[in-house]
């Protein structure tokens, strides 16, 4: 316990400045103005940094040292906590910290959680008011569909709760000879923190016979 909290005090040490080099942008609270402070450590994977990222989707990237340690500056606020490989692949470090005014947060002998990515995706099957859309995560994940006539999208599927890495599901009500844009949203127990998205797709429905 002695060596956590010397851990702690010296990661504080030099804090000011740490931050500011490292991409935050303001909303939630990451970069500027902060007040309170973030320090953790985290498995060593090579070429890897903290993504710091607030409820409005700002993020700061947080570099760590030879030992995994990792230390932020932070405004007051909610944030979760993920570690981002070389490669961009992100997993969850910790899926909600809040942070006070003069707080010091330590996150130490974390669980890390993978987060799931959309590897593949097809649309084998369209009609003029119907739409199947099947998708492959590299991990077992649930997921939902988000569509639209446009990238804003505006609607969404159910989520599919089970968790898998082949999945299938049919968009209803579609409009005839219409393109139509789509991303695959997927996750972790329906943890919003722990959701990613796949790119854009579209595909075009039939017309009225």
């Known amino acids: 316990m002695r060596n956590r909290f010397l851990l702690v005090a010296a990661l504080m040490l030099g804090l000011t400045g740490l931050v500011a080099g490292c991409g935050g942008a303001g909303g939630d609270g990451v970069g500027a103005e902060a007040s309170g402070v973030l320090t953790g450590r985290v498995p060593i994977v090579s070429g890897s940094v903290v993504v710091i990222r607030g409820t409005d989707g700002a993020e700061l990237e947080v570099a760590i040292d030879a030992d995994g340690n990792y230390a932020a500056s932070l405004r007051p606020g909610a944030y979760s906590v993920l570690l981002k490989t070389s490669d961009g692949k992100l997993t969850l470090v910790s899926r909600s910290v809040n942070i006070e005014d003069n707080m010091t947060v330590s996150l ?61 599901m049919q968009l209803h009500d579609l409009r005839p000879d219409t393109t139509y844009h789509f991303r695959i949203v997927a996750s972790r127990y329906g943890l919003e923190t722990a959701e990613t998205f796949s790119q854009d797709y579209a595909f075009t429905t039939e017309p009225l016979p």
């Open 108 to 168: 130490v002998d974390i669980r890390l959680v993978p987060l799931p990515q959309v590897v593949s995706v097809s649309v084998p099957l369209v009609d003029h008011d119907t739409a199947t859309v099947e998708w492959i995560s590299d991990i077992d994940a649930d997921g939902r569909i988000d569509y639209g006539t446009d990238t804003r999208y505006g609607y969404s599927t159910y989520t599919d709760t089970e968790l898998k890495t082949k999945h299938r």
